[in-house]
């Protein structure tokens, strides 16, 4: 049963959604486009049948393809039903953020319609959201004027259940991506054919420019002629309306540009690997406002029939709105829906980023470190035993200058205070290389005891709530999670920029904050419990939750998750370390 509180599904079903909507930009003719279609709703949406009904140039509907039953394919695949019958199921049923659900009570007045039609044998359904054999669902696809290109239709989900909130929006989206492969896919075709009578038909050329000029002119999507070669390579030689609307820029003004000059900073490696020799890429492109809209661009290499000067023929479709989708979608699978944080899965993926497989045992504090370096003569540098010699002013081996500073701007913990050295060297080893397994980033070292050395390190501070339960057993749920959202906000409001406030669930909340020594780490719990104790008013209502803070370290060598026990532990123990009246007060 689908359970919209479950990050983890929902992460699972995005990965797998967007892997079934790669696959649809994969297929070559539109054949392949619309098996793909039915063959990702069935693999990737959770539905064992799924059938695609292609809109003719009658207006008719045609059975285009079929996946999960060969019998069933057999049966209605190339069958027809009329506009009619089809415009009379769109307006049945419920209304489901444009999908159309016609329950099996509704549905009995369509058996007899000209609509091909499949139905298997099934048990009465026992509960309410259980899905009926006779049930329908039915997913419309619509071209970007509006006009309807086909619809999804879809049996038999694997669960069992009628689809909730969530497969509804999956289905919903997936039929959004289907519609704009399926249009693309007749699109190509029709350059692939405007482009084949270029190449091939010279005594026809003129004919076959103006063919090619009308599918490039009153394309739906952006288009562009781009040289390619010598000093002008990339400059657009010309642009359809479709992309001057898109970018906001006349097709005179587009002509003094390249796409290199409308790229965003960031996305200029991709755009340069894609244009080298054609290919796609998914790219961000500057608008006249100075804005930046999201674009797939998918280039073609195309020569003239003497094999003369080549040029890059680029579609440019618009996928902001795509985009924005997997933005939000991956924000909901990664943070708490009830408080916006960062939710359990986020905090270990967050911090298993910070950490390695160092082995336990070569771990050096800041101060054995900074100790060592001063042990050598000027030009050298000592560390555990094994010397770094320096070039001019004292610089490692590979140019790098060590920060001898406790307080510097750019210190974080005990790896970075000597970069041009091997922190794993043995002694009297050889000079090892940069790029050994351990030093693909600045490793993180936690203090050596709880007393501050000047170690400054990743702190992990686990917080549980105090007197929580007997809030929400006496004055319910809803004052219980108005309580959690503002202890959220007072958490957040409490630590720096950069830090992270993360909500693991029920009343325990973690704050990694980094750069931190010891007394620092203390401190900070101080301040936040101090910002916890304070009355939360809720409905006219005044209560009170105190807290319990754990410190532990992350360091490289370690797991998220053992990182998080260790946090854990320690909260416990300062738990136990207090009476249940000094818990309340914090």
Known sequence: METESEPYVRLATLRQLHRVVADLNTARSLADTLQTVVDGIVVGLGYELACVNLVRPDGDLVVAAFAGDPAAEALITGRVGSRTSWERRLTMGENWDGLRFIPHTEGWVLMEDDVPQWHTEGPEPRFEDEWHPEDRLYAPMYASGGELLGVISVDRPRNGRRPGAWGREALQMYA??????????RLRANMQRALVRLEREQQALRASEESFRQAFEYAPSGMAIAEMGGDQHGRLLRTNDALCRLLGRPASVLRRYSFSDLVH???????????????????????RDGTYVWVSLRNSVVADAADGPRFLLTHVEDIEERKRHELQLAHRASHDSLTGLPNSAELRARLGARLCRRPQSVRATAVEALDAAFEGREGHVVYDGHEVRGGAGGAGEHGFQPDLHPDGPDRQGAGAVVPGADPFAFPGAPA????????????????????????????????????????????????GDAVLIEVARRLTTGVRDGDTVARLGGDEFVVLADGLGAADAADLAVRLRNAIIPPIRVDGRAVRVGASFGIGWASCGMSADEVLRSADQRMYIEKRSRSKAHRRAG
């Open 176 to 185: 959004f991506q289907a519609a704009i492969a399926i249009s693309n896919a």
């Open 432 to 479: 090892a290389r940069a790029d050994g397994p351990y030093d693909h980033h600045v490793h993180t070292v936690a203090p050596a005891t709880d007393i501050d050395d000047g170690t400054k390190g990743l702190a992990v501070l686990f917080c549980d709530l105090d007197g929580f339960k007997s809030i929400n057993d006496r004055f319910g749920h809803h004052t």
């Open 265 to 287: 900073p960031e996305d200029i490696g991709t755009l340069l690997r894609t244009s080298a020799e054609g290919g796609r890429a998914e790219l961000r492109l500057g608008r």
